[in-house]
Structures are given as C-alpha cells and as structure tokens.
C-alpha cells in the first residue's frame, strides 16, 4: 500500500506521458478544431450580419437622403412651376390685354374707315341722284315756259321767284 | 476483518517483464491504469468520429459541452500564460475521475496506490515550476525561491495533492469495506454512489483544480 517499486513508478510515468499525448491527438486536438470551426463559422455569419447590417443602415441613410433630396427637389419644382406658370399667366394675360386691345383699336378704325367710305359713298350717290333728278326734271319739264317766266320775273322783278303766279 | 481489508489493500504485482538483464515488475496498478487508459482512448476515438461544424448529433453536443465547461475552468485559472497545460489538466481530470470510479466495476482503484498518486502529484509540480520558468525565464524563477515558503512549498505543495487523493480514496475504500463486511445488502450500493462517483469526482476536481491554481500562482 506504501510501499514505492521504482519500475513500477517509471511504467506510471510513461502511461500517463503516453494517456496524454495520444489523448490529445485523439480526443482533444478534434473536438478544439470543431470548436474552432464552429466559432469560425458563427464569427463569420456575425460578420455576414453586422455586414449587412451596417450595408442595411447605409441603404436607409442613403434612401432617407434621397427621399428628402427628393421631397426638397419637389417643392423646388412646384415652386418653380406655380412661379412659371403665374409668370406665363401674367404674360399671356398681358399678350390677352394687348391683342384685344390690338383688335378693338383695329375694329375701330375699320369702323371709322367703313363709316367715311360709306358717307362718302352716300354722298357720291346723293350727289348722282340729284343729278340724275334734276336731269330727268330738265327733261321732263317744259324749259321754254319756264325760262320765259324767269325772264318775265327777271324783268317784272318779282323776286320771289314764283314763277308762272 | 482487518486482514480482509489489509488484504485489498496490497498492491499485488500481476506478472513482470524481463527485458534483457531489466526486470519490470508491472502491478495491479499498472493493470488498472492500462484498461482506464483504454477506456479513455477508445471512448475518445469514438466521440470524436464524424463531428460536424453544422447540424451536430447530441453525442457531438454532450462531448463538446463537457470540453468546453473543462477547458473554460482550467483556462479561466490558470490565465493566458498557462493556456498549453490546459490539455494536460482535462486529460488528468478525466484520468483521475475515471480511476477513482473504477471501484464500482469491481477494480481496484488505481489512485489507492500511493505510488500513482505522487507521480501525479510529481507531474503537477514539475508542470507548475515549468509553468513559472516559462513566464518569468530561469532567473526569475529562481528569485522566487529568495524567500524560504516558496522553497518549502516545493515540497509541501505535491505532498499534500499526492496525501489529499491519497488519503481519501484510501479512506472511502476502507469505509466502503467495512460497510460491505458489516451491512452485505442494500446499504453498500447507496453508499457506494457517495464515496464512488460523487467523492471520485470531487477528489479529482479538487486536486486538478488546485494545480491549475498552482500554475496561475507560478505565472502571475
């Protein structure tokens, strides 16, 4: 029981020298490098996930500034097109005012041009009425009677100018 | 009694081995050592076939559970600086854990034998001065034995891992023993579940435990 056997003491050495080394090829060498393995394979897929994670939050960032590019790029374009179009209102109002008043000023003086060419005219043909009336008195007219009378006034000298009363 | 047990006891030399004028006398210890060696080796062998980085099978998941709780404790204790004795550590648990347990398949347990335990004893302090030289080089470690209880501690240190499993395997098989002569049915197997598996494993616990914080001393 307490008794030591030198041999007996060098065979435990060797044993437990031999247990441990052919132990850790056997058992503890595979079962670490599956371990390692494995913390790889998890440290890789936190990797994947932070990754994507991180592209993720770059994507978002990057989506809310366009968004809000976009909505800025919005409102400076509805602000461009309601100045535009009250700019082009103002215009084409302004270009409205001028034609109209173009068109009026030109149907006045049409106006006017057509109220002295028609009086003219009404003019000339009263004109050629009063000659054609008085031509066809003249023709009708017993002239000789009537020049004797005018001459009988001329030198009766009524000058009324009655004639034949 | 007592000559029964005186008996158990004895470690007897089951055959020798001549080799050339050298004569090795191999005891029952050895014997024992050999078939928990065995066991260690063949069982480390199976576990360890077909493991799988993904979709491990629960054997897989049991062997590196148990590895993993080892190798953390022991890493844990002994720090960075006495990570490569790590393996040693839970190769000596399992050794220590499996010889102290043997009893129950009718062995006797090698770690009864006085001889197993000081060369185990032996082992840790010659890895935890290895340890200390490592991290601090010969110099500093031979400063650390300026003042007098480290000198002393060189001796008591393994004594008393070598006497603590020592003593209390002995202790538990004498006790086993005489519960066994004086109650033969019902009492020994309870009891054996105490002094068997539950001090086995404790003890073996305790003395790789303490050696992991013998290295930590020697390489902080």
Redesign the interface.
């Known amino acids: 029981?307490?008794?030591?056997?030198l041999?007996?003491?060098?065979?435990?050495?060797i044993?437990?020298i031999?247990?441990?080394v052919?132990?850790?090829f056997?058992?503890?060498k595979?079962?670490?490098n599956?371990?390692k393995?494995?913390e790889e394979?998890i440290n890789g897929q936190i990797n994947d996930a932070e990754t994507s994670k991180a592209n993720a939050a770059a994507l978002e960032a990057e989506w809310n500034n366009k968004l809000k590019d976009v909505d800025e790029e919005s409102a400076r374009l509805m602000d461009k097109a309601k100045t535009d179009a009250e700019t082009e209102y103002g215009r084409l109002m302004d270009n409205a005012r001028a034609e109209a008043e173009h068109i009026v000023d030109k149907a006045r003086k049409a106006m006017d041009d057509e109220h002295t060419r028609i009086m003219e005219s009404a003019q000339s043909e009263i004109a050629g009425l009063a000659i054609d009336i008085t031509k066809k008195v003249l023709e009708t007219s017993d002239l000789k009677g009537i020049n004797d009378s005018l001459y009988e006034k001329f030198l009766t000298g009524d000058e009324d100018g009655s004639v034949g009363n | 009694m007592g000559e029964k047990i005186q008996e158990e006891l004895n470690v007897a030399n089951m055959f020798d081995i001549k080799l050339g004028g050298l004569v090795i006398h191999v005891s029952e210890t050895i014997v024992v050592m050999w078939i928990v060696m065995a066991v260690m080796i063949i069982g480390g062998f199976l576990v360890t076939r077909r493991l799988r980085v993904k979709n491990p099978s629960k054997r897989q998941v049991a062997v590196e559970g148990i590895y993993s709780w080892l190798d953390t404790l022991f890493r844990n204790t002994v720090g960075e600086k006495g990570a490569w004795i790590v393996t040693y550590l839970v190769v000596m648990i399992i050794f220590i854990v499996l010889s102290n347990m043997i009893g129950i398949f009718g062995f006797k347990a090698p770690t009864k034998d006085i001889q197993l335990t000081a060369v185990l004893a032996l082992f840790s302090i010659v890895i935890v001065q290895a340890a200390g030289i490592k991290a601090h080089g010969v110099l500093g470690w031979l400063k650390s034995f300026a003042n007098p209880i480290n000198v002393l501690e060189l001796f008591i240190k393994p004594l008393s891992l070598c006497m603590r499993l020592f003593g209390n395997i002995l202790g538990a098989f004498v006790i086993m023993k005489c519960i066994e002569y004086a109650v033969p049915a019902v009492i020994p197997p309870v009891v054996s579940l105490y002094f068997d598996l539950f001090d086995g494993a404790l003890q073996a616990y305790v003395f790789t435990f303490l050696t992991a914080l013998y290295i930590q001393e020697a390489v902080e």
């Open positions: 029981m307490l008794s030591f056997d041999s007996n003491i060098i065979m435990i050495v044993n437990l031999v247990l441990v052919i132990m850790r056997v058992a503890v595979p079962i670490r599956i371990i393995k494995r394979l």
